[in-house]
């Protein structure tokens, strides 16, 4: 799937309205955030279109959750341990990211940590367009700050996410 560039010079509406048609909406679980040393644990993409969850999967990393981590998605090592590790399941989730445009909230964080779990398991990365949803939402609503997924779903009175990566792709479409 080659995607075309996302709309510069359109308004919001109409960039949110091409998202709303075109993207993938990501949202990753990871062992920390340390691109050195963190890796990807759950991996959520649903289409922004109609939801439909395209992945959905925990994988085994090769280090243990940082436990600050665990607190925010309260997904454990002993969770982890009978999954398959990322690298084993890559050449399919590439296919379906590679030429794509990704959005996410936040979604640098998740590039970066999809990036360096790609480095350490020595994985292609696929070329994406990253669009960080976050900063859209502000200059629509007129914001001062940034503000959390949660707080988006509030404002819009949408189901918001829960830290499991595909929820939290799915409350990200719905903003």
């Known amino acids: 799937m080659k ?26 679980e990871t062992t920390g955030s340390s691109r050195q040393n963190d890796e990807v644990i759950e991996l ?11 992945i959905s999967s925990r994988f085994k990393p090769s280090k243990k959750v940082e436990p600050w981590a665990y607190k925010i998605h309260r997904i454990s090592d002993r969770e982890l341990a009978g999954k398959p590790r990322l690298a084993d399941l890559w050449g399919g989730y590439f ?15 998740d590039r970066q940590m999809i990036e360096a779990t790609c480095a ?20 629509f609503k007129q914001l001062p700050k940034n503000c959390k997924l949660s707080e988006a779903c509030e404002q ?3 189901k918001a996410g829960d830290h499991n990566a ?4 799915l409350a990200a479409a719905r903003v």
């Open 3 to 28: 995607a075309t560039k996302m709309p510069k010079t359109n308004t919001l509406v109409e960039q949110f309205q091409y998202l709303r048609h075109v993207a993938f909406v990501l949202d990753t």
């Open 44 to 54: 959520g993409v649903v289409r922004a279109v109609n939801g439909e969850v395209l």
């Open 95 to 109: 296919r379906v990211l590679n030429g794509a445009v990704v959005a996410g909230w936040n979604v640098a964080f």
């Open 120 to 139: 350490k398991y020595d994985l292609p990365v696929p070329e994406v367009e990253w669009v960080d949803l976050m900063p859209l939402y502000r200059q």
């Open 156 to 158: 819009m009175r949408v």
């Open 166 to 169: 595909v929820n939290d792709a």
